[in-house]
């Protein structure tokens, strides 16, 4: 009987796992957290990307502290940063290979950095996972309000409680395509990102976790039900075709809205003279804003991208 007001904090067991890398770190130490046994197996992971913040990384430690123990029914494993270095240098991936941790699975245990992280991962933390959440976030650059479902993980996406659930990227090197090889139920979490609603982000990202962990079987289903997200269609992103100055029309207060096409949600300024050289407009009848960058931003070059936007059928709220 676990002793009253026990949480799942109390309980997880880390266990830690040394990567090599730099001449000056020699090895960076990965944690992969565990508490209860048999199934089902449910898996969090946070910071696959440096650049996402620490957002997810407190939505699930925010998860840990505030879940009775006496509330789980399977197995729960964390890894609440996934890409340490990457988190360290608040860079999308590290120097020492420049490799897309979320395009690495199922890693090699020979490889590079990035290549020798996924494959740690893939051993200790995915193989035999049933449910999957991976958390990013908009992070130090943008911000960002939905959740990607794939192919049998419409209704884990719907559990999740992001306000706009789009069609993911369906590879198989991704965390979550390497997990649904193995036969689990998948979803990649885009919530959060740096502003004024950065703590209002993250406890809805715990909500959602705890929500979706519920109706999944590895913890107790709890009595709130979040408001199901819309689903957008023809997802877009708007990229540069120059390097400048992006000037947002649009910040913080427009994600997850909708505007009509032909609304200006920002400029590209020449970096000299500040003219306007490129301008970026809703593309779709009824516009919803999915991803936005809400401050101003030194653009280096073309393809970057400046916002994510979705067509939303007439009747969706």
Partial sequence: MEPSGQTLK??????????????AHGTVPVRVGRVGDGGPVGLLVASVHGDEGPWGTLAVNRLLAETPLADLRGTLRVVPVAHPLATEADARQTHLDLLDLN???????????????????AEHAVDGADVVLDVHGGGSWNINCFAYRFPGSHDLAEWAGTPLILDGPDRPTSLTGYARQGGAKGVWIEMGGRGEHEDTRTAAVTAGLRYALGKAGVLTETGTTPVPGVVGHDKTPLSTGAPGIYHPALREAALGTVVPE?????????PVTSEVVETYRAPFARTVLALLRPTLARIEGAGQVVAMVASLPEGEA
């Fill in 103 to 121: 395009n690495a699975f199922p890693g090699d245990p020979g490889g590079s950095h990035t290549q020798r992280l996924a494959a740690v991962l």
């Fill in 10 to 23: 109390d309980a997880i067991t880390w266990e830690e796992h040394r990567i090599p890398s730099s001449i």
């Fill in 262 to 270: 032909g609304t200006v949600i920002g400029r590209l300024l020449d």
